[in-house]
């Protein structure tokens, strides 16, 4: 079934101009998306449009077959988590006050369910493996786990899709690694949606069943992971040269290079030829 559908879709963040054109894909339940691209390419922007954070200039959205101009904002945060990428995280705030923001759409000034709140609280940071630290406050924490505090807020939100802007951005290579996993696992034991903006290519291509590729704001490629990751592809899009070989069974960019720029064999070469001289 397809969760989500854009059609001929313009986006921009005024009405004169538009960042994305003419963008066409779908998205069907359970799928994991990355949507990759060089910078400016308008990737992030894609992911703004389903929460209205941009002038939707024309076309359509649909989520589960219904336009999302239908939905109240109340209503898409039942349906979609969106995990932003933060510089700076609220002080004097402990894990547990932080995660409990997630389930602001269910409660209201004349009712809130504190018992069902607790549980799906405690439910995601057992998840995400912070469960320890519920009462540490959010500065304190690591740049990793403040990463796994977000996504334990977008599970508390309980939504059937999270949408997660460059997740692993800023972490060390074993913390990027941990959030991919912690994903996948979302994915595949909670048959979420997961929709990712992500810089690191091989993450996404590793992890991801299907990959959307933005070219100068529009979608270049849009397929499985295996069938549209190819030297030409990598190439017309990144403009490197890439050697690609799996990984899990999945495509990724074992090596890359720049035709016009020498090889480190060349400046190696260089440099060993003076020192025996």
């Keep these: 079934m397809e969760k ?15 960042i994305v054109k003419d963008a066409s894909f779908s998205i069907k339940k359970g799928d994991f998306v990355s949507i990759i ?39 898409i945060s039942k349906k979609i988590a969106f995990v932003p990428q933060l510089s700076t995280f609220p002080e004097d705030v402990t894990l547990w006050e932080f995660v409990q923001l997630g389930r602001h ?15 799906k609280i405690r ?16 500065d304190e924490l690591s ?27 800023h972490l060390d290579i074993k913390a990027q690694l941990e959030i991919m996993h912690l994903l996948h696992d979302l994915n595949h034991k909670m048959n979420k949606t997961i929709i990712i903006v992500i810089h690191d290519i091989n993450h996404g291509l590793k992890f991801s069943d299907k990959v959307i590729i ?11 992971t295996n069938d549209i990751i190819t030297k030409k592809s990598i190439e017309d899009i990144f403009g490197v040269t890439p050697k690609i070989i799996k990984s899990h069974s999945k495509k990724i960019i074992y090596d890359y290079w720049i035709k016009d720029l020498k090889s480190p064999n060349e400046y190696h070469g260089d440099k060993d030829k003076k020192n025996n001289d």
Aim: hydrophobic letters at 35%.
């Design 4 to 18: 989500i559908v854009f059609k001929n879709v313009c986006l921009g963040y005024t009405k004169d101009i538009n």
């Design 37 to 75: 691209g060089v910078n400016g390419s308008g990737k992030s922007t894609l992911l703004f449009a389903l929460f209205s954070m941009v002038n939707q200039n024309s076309g359509e959205i649909f989520y589960d077959g219904l336009n999302l101009k239908s939905f109240s904002k109340k209503d």
């Design 105 to 119: 759409p269910y409660n209201s000034l004349f009712f809130s369910n504190k018992k069902d709140d607790e549980e």
């Design 123 to 138: 439910s995601a940071l057992d998840r995400v493996g912070l469960s320890n630290l519920e009462n540490k406050y959010i």
């Design 143 to 169: 740049g990793g786990q403040r990463q796994k505090a977000l996504i334990a807020l977008a599970i508390a939100q309980d939504t059937e899709t999270i949408v997660l802007d460059e997740p692993t951005n």
């Design 214 to 224: 933005m070219k100068d704001g529009k979608v270049a490629l849009d397929g499985k």
